[in-house]
């Protein structure tokens, strides 16, 4: 039976792994090689490992960080943040990762997800969908939060997929940080318009969430930072958690 | 030595960086005559049937099916799998390995496609490939299209339909599935690979 993922996300700032709420705050949680390791130890299904700030400069370091951590990571591997052309995406896989999320890049010009895919295959691109409720609907935001794009996170989805996406990437802005649970209601309406999996982010604080989103939110994948970073919530003690609430996941593994 | 196959589909580093992993000495390689001289051979691939092409162009296809006829131990991954088989809907036009029969069809639209994740597997008894891992030990799958269950299926797994995740005929072997992307589980088999 195919299991619902866990996924930790490393959130990067320079060569560390840093975590905001809402997109702001940073607090610095470690160098990426070895939190990877350890959310794979736990029991992590992938890890995610997010460049948040280098949407400029500083390519050398992120894949110096990508190189390190993937040396000795045999569980998935996605990279994301400050992917705007194909050179950069071959770039990260050369340099050790699976997949690629692309976000703002994908916004801009769709046709750069179609071009990933058609080299490296759908299964290596995720796109990364930032989207918040705006006067009742969900709205697209680029540029790490920042920009409104004035387009529907539901259509949105339904075209990345359309272009060759392996995988949307959905973060809740409103819940980003929170812990306060994540955003079912935003996620259910992206899975059910897209044939594609869809990762659920933003807003995870307990096992309930997870449960949620999965059940209610019908998430096939979800990710998660901050709980994960600070020993607020273990990976172990979560999949056990949802394992006895009789959801499928990965466990013992 | 293993000799990695490199026709241009996805990404190697990976699987390499696997082997490295286990002290297994290995070769990423495009050359035929290099493929000929290994010990054993892995085709990885991850992406469209349609770039299986390149196997014909490059003088590779007779060097693998030369080596597979040899009873060299053999390992097709993912796409490389779905190779052995006689070809895909994916691309008709391309025709496969045939060494195990059947083709390889798209997942129902009543699942999601790709099946992407970890599944879990039904082993049978006496795979080499497979020897020492746990039923129902998870795995992790990327892809649209399944290879159909056959005689020589060790693992089988479900998404909407069993089909196979791992077959085996003498030195013969694939996986549906990515070993060098599933943890542990996955580093035994690729050991016992090496071991075969």
């Known amino acids: ?253 | 030595m293993i000799a990695v196959v490199d026709y241009g589909a996805g990404n190697l580093n990976s699987v390499k960086k696997a082997f490295d992993y286990l002290g297994a000495e290995v070769v990423v390689t495009d050359q035929p005559e290099i493929v000929a001289a290994a010990e054993k051979i892995v085709l990885p691939g991850v992406g469209h049937f349609s770039s299986l092409q390149a196997l014909n162009r490059t003088g590779l296809r007779e060097a693998l099916l030369q080596s597979a006829g040899d009873d060299k131990p053999f390992l097709g991954i993912c796409l490389g799998m779905q190779w052995l088989f006689d070809g895909s809907e994916e691309c008709v036009e391309i025709a496969g390995a045939g060494i195990f029969s059947g083709k390889c069809r798209r997942f129902p639209t009543s699942v999601k496609s790709p099946h992407v994740g970890w599944n879990s597997l039904v082993v049978q008894k006496g795979s080499r490939l497979l020897r020492d891992i746990a039923q129902d030990s998870f795995v992790y799958y990327t892809h649209s299209f399944y290879a159909p269950l056959v005689a020589e299926t060790t693992a089988a797994s479900e998404h909407g339909l069993q089909f196979a995740g791992a077959v085996e005929r003498r030195n013969i072997f694939g996986v549906q599935f990515h070993p060098e992307k599933s943890g542990d589980v996955g580093l035994s088999i690729l050991k016992n690979f090496c071991e075969v």
């Open chain 1, 1 to 253: 039976m195919l299991t619902k993922r866990i996924i930790a996300c490393l959130d990067m700032e320079g060569d560390r792994v840093v975590k905001g709420v809402k997109f702001g705050n940073l607090r610095d949680a470690g160098d990426p090689a070895e939190c990877a390791n350890e959310h794979a130890r736990n029991g992590a299904d992938e890890i995610v490992l997010l460049d948040i700030t280098a949407t400029s400069g500083n390519r050398r370091t992120l894949l110096d960080a990508v190189r390190s951590t993937a040396r000795s990571l045999f569980v998935p591997f996605t990279v994301g943040g400050g992917i705007r052309e194909l050179e950069d995406a071959a770039a990260v896989f050369d340099a050790g990762a699976d997949k690629i999320a692309i976000n703002s890049a994908a916004v801009r010009d769709p046709t750069l997800i179609s071009g990933i895919a058609g080299r490296f295959g759908s299964q290596a691109v995720v796109v990364a969908i930032d989207a918040k409720r705006v006067a009742g609907s969900f709205e697209v935001f680029v540029a790490g939060g920042r920009v409104p794009t004035d387009r529907g996170a539901i259509q949105w989805a339904r075209e990345a997929a359309a272009c060759g996406a392996g995988e949307i990437l959905l973060t809740s802005m409103d819940r980003d940080g929170t812990q306060s649970g994540f955003d079912c209601e935003l996620v259910r309406a992206v899975a059910e318009a897209v044939s594609i999996p869809v990762i659920a982010s933003g807003g995870a604080g307990s096992a309930r969430d997870f449960i949620e989103v999965f059940r209610d939110g019908r998430a096939d994948a979800a990710l998660a930072a901050s709980i994960f970073h600070f020993g607020i919530e273990n990976i172990a003690e979560l999949k056990r958690e949802l394992h006895d609430a009789s959801m499928p996941v990965r466990w013992p593994c």
